[in-house]
């Protein structure tokens, strides 16, 4: 059990620097989520190989993924749009809203009733996003595109759950990242066009190790995707669906604390224009946000409940 918690905390950390390595790439977000998605792709292929893991899919379930794995693309070009945008923080406050987005858009997808306290839960984080906004209006967009992102992340989710229990989870992933990353493709010539200076290669300095977009990326896509996931679904194996859901919502807590140590973000969004003058609005409405998550997530933890569904549906990544 203590190794298993180990591995799930590991897991959710691992997660949570995906936004840290997303500020200190260079690449604009479409570049680096297609490097992402390629490198990710490649690795997944070389484990199913090397393991001889591959399963066939069928037909139908092949549609699914491969709408799955645009959207993924999409949520990842709109979330680290919002960290180029805004910063680390803004951008996993407003992705920490996909949970209470998907249960507002379930019913609508499988014909199911809305539950009025999900309305409410939804509304109080809404409430949350539009007091960052109005408090934070020189990130207006990169709130927009965290909004986005959470958006894409609920809708992808609930796509996911109709067939995450027929396929092992590595084998959705390879073919949600290659699809994705084939549409990405396809949009890039329309980036191009609009961006003509955009750097389509990663930066390297000779002299600076740290400046090294290569190694940030190998980094995200084998240990925040590839091992995250790995650990993820070994701890599942032995942990309680308390235990494991609360884990992987600290994501978001994990992700702000290490933007704050490493970019020293609390300064960015929490004083004005540099001044020591508090920002009520943007403490107010993360404290509405946080307060929606952590009462729907108490919702969820229902006895019976099978463990960490949200891992499973996703295929074990997160943002």
Avoid at 252 to 280: C, K, Q, W
Wanted: proline content about 3%; glycine content about 6%.
């Amino acid at each position: 059990m203590k190794k298993a918690l180990v591995q799930m905390h590991l897991a959710v950390l691992l997660w949570g620097f995906t936004g840290i390595l997303g500020r200190a790439i260079s690449l604009e977000a479409p570049m680096l989520v297609w490097y992402r998605m390629l490198l990710t792709g490649l690795f997944m292929a070389a484990i199913l190989t090397f393991r001889r893991q591959w399963v066939p899919i069928e037909r139908r379930d092949m549609r699914r993924l491969a709408l799955v794995g645009i959207l993924m693309g999409l949520h990842w070009v709109a979330f680290y749009a919002s960290i180029k945008l805004a910063n680390v923080s803004i951008a996993l406050v407003c992705l920490s809203t996909a949970s209470i987005f998907t249960p507002l858009f379930d019913p609508i997808m499988n014909k199911g009733k809305h539950d009025m306290k999900e309305l409410l839960l939804g509304s109080l984080a809404i409430i949350g996003v539009y007091l960052i906004y109005r408090f934070q209006q020189f990130y207006g967009w990169g709130i927009l595109a965290g909004v986005i992102a959470a958006l894409l992340s609920s809708v992808f989710t609930i796509l996911n759950k109709q067939i995450a229990s027929k396929y092992p989870a590595r084998t959705m992933v390879f073919y949600e990242m290659s699809t994705g990353w084939g549409f990405i493709t396809l949009l890039l010539p329309l980036l191009f066009w609009y961006q003509p200076d955009t750097v389509y290669l990663p930066q390297v300095s000779s002299t600076l190790w740290y400046v090294n977009d290569w190694i940030w990326l190998v980094v995200l896509s084998l240990c925040c995707t590839v091992w995250a996931q790995s650990l993820a679904l070994n701890a599942l194996k032995k942990l309680s669906s308390f235990t494991a859901t609360l884990s992987v919502n600290l994501e978001p807590v994990y992700g702000i604390l290490l933007a704050f140590i490493f970019y020293n973000e609390n300064r960015e969004i929490i004083f004005l224009d540099g001044s020591h003058t508090l920002n009520m609005g943007f403490i107010i409405g993360m404290s509405l946000i946080l307060l929606s998550v952590v009462l729907q997530m108490l919702r969820l933890l229902r006895p019976g409940l099978p463990a960490a569904d949200n891992i499973r549906e996703r295929g074990g990544i997160e943002s």
